[in-house]
């Protein structure tokens, strides 16, 4: 499916998907703010080096410069079942 590159989209997804799209628009500076895995609490250093090397298997940055939505949507599709 295409996605809309015009300001229609919002009416669009808004319509199609009201209350994802209003959660969307509710944590929206959330989403693009790098991940901040200090902010988070995480102190085991396991974790920390896994998560840097998804984050750099991605594309190419380690996680704390790399846009939360994009560590979210990669752990979560990452570790889904089936």
Not at 60 to 68: F, I, R, V
């Amino acid at each position: 499916a295409a996605i809309r590159g015009d300001l229609g989209i919002l009416l669009t997804v808004a319509l199609k998907f009201p209350l994802s799209f209003l959660n969307v628009l509710k944590y929206a500076a959330e989403f693009s703010k790098p991940f901040d895995l200090d902010k988070l609490g995480l102190k085991n250093e396991f974790l920390k080096n896994y998560l840097d090397m998804l984050a750099f298997l991605l594309q190419g940055l380690p996680a704390d410069q790399t846009l939360t939505v994009v560590m979210a949507y990669m752990v979560e599709d990452f570790f889904r079942e089936n």
